[in-house]
């Protein structure tokens, strides 16, 4: 297990992101002449441009709407500064952080209300995150970095507005992106990001079961997984260790780790490497989960069975592979109530 220190740490750092303080005006503020009338305007860098914003003329009210704002982002920055102390520790204890390529990526999708809209992280960089959630060294082959973010898009998100589609909203903030995949016909769009690091949206299969469809939420053609609404369901908020934090939200690891069990076995052909990852992502999880969280596991398992036979098929078939797992469920079964 992590050293407690650090995992109170961590614990000290997501309740600092949860509890962030508001800042009613960003960028830096002044004032400016025009047509002989004083305004105050607000300044804020987006990528490599510099946007201005009116705050109002100059008043008695619009002062104190200066003044309330430059005390707001005292505050921040103090905030700020605590947390990046905070994260430079946990890195120096050697917990995972994403490369700068990501935790750019990452920053620019929380910024633009991804994760906020109920968006969520999948794939490996969900799993990088569940060493400091459960307080566990895992080891390094199960998060060997990839050359690619995935996010998941439950039916229910709303991105697609006046703003554009999330990845209209990413060229937005200065990021520079080039479509590799999805140019035309019905396959799913695959995004790459600033020249080398891909991205991809997934969501559910819908009842037509397409293997791709336009998601009228983000305004984009996404591919369809399938089991992927089981993932998603009551996910948990985590940090990502880049600059003074970022806040995204993942899968809780107890479905994760069942989820991870179902899809390897759809992995066929040049995919076959990716379901050893897969199931021992889910292994190593499980073993824990057993032990630290016995009871949502068990939740979480009792959920999966109820889904029909063809969900408990393909479960059974990991579970012959990986007998570990089977003997850790059964000991959760005994302790909370028979599932199978």
């Known amino acids: 297990m992590l050293p407690l220190q650090v995992q109170t740490v961590y614990q000290d750092l997501l309740q600092r992101v949860r509890s962030a ?3 009613s005006i960003k960028g830096s503020t002044l004032k400016i002449e025009k047509g002989g009338r004083g305004y105050s305007i607000a300044r804020i ?13 100059d008043s008695a009210e619009t002062r104190k709407k200066v003044e309330a704002a430059i005390r707001e982002q005292t505050i ?11 994260i430079a520790m946990l890195r120096s204890a050697g917990c995972l952080a994403p490369d700068q390529l990501t935790g750019k990526l990452l920053s620019a999708l929380d910024r633009i209300g991804f994760f906020q809209s109920g968006g969520i992280l999948g794939g490996t960089h969900a ?7 459960l307080g566990a060294v895992v080891p390094s082959s199960l998060y060997s970095m990839t050359g690619g ?3 998941i898009a439950p039916s229910h998100i709303i991105l697609a507005g006046d703003d554009g ?13 080039r479509t590799v995949f999805g140019l035309t016909g019905d396959d799913p769009q695959k995004w790459v990001i600033d020249g080398s690091i891909e ?21 984009e053609r996404v591919q369809a997984l399938r089991y992927l609404e089981y993932a998603f369901k009551d996910p948990i908020r985590a940090v990502s260790l880049y600059r003074s934090g970022i806040s995204v939200t993942i899968p809780s690891p107890q479905r994760y780790a069942l989820h991870k069990l179902l899809i390897a076995q759809l992995r066929k052909g040049e995919f076959l490497l990716k379901k050893q990852k897969d199931l021992n992502q889910a292994e190593w999880l499980i073993l824990i989960l057993a032990e630290t969280r016995p009871y949502e596991l068990w939740e979480a398992f009792d959920d999966l069975w109820t889904r029909g036979a063809k969900w408990r098929g393909v479960l059974k078939a990991s579970l012959v592979e990986r007998p570990e797992i089977d003997e850790r469920l059964l000991a959760v079964e005994a302790q909370f109530g028979r599932v199978r």
């Open 127 to 133: 799993f990088r995150h569940y060493p400091l959630e």
């Open 76 to 86: 921040h920055k103090a905030w700020d500064q605590e947390n990046a102390r905070l």
């Open 199 to 219: 991205l991809e949206i997934s969501s559910p299969v819908r009842r037509g079961g397409e293997a791709t469809h336009r998601h009228a939420g983000v305004g």
């Open 165 to 177: 589609s999330p990845t209209a909203r990413l060229s937005k903030l200065g990021r520079d992106l």
């Open 149 to 151: 973010v995935a996010i």
């Open 21 to 23: 303080p508001g800042v």
């Open 45 to 57: 860098r987006i990528g490599d441009k510099v946007h201005e914003k009116s705050i109002g003329p």
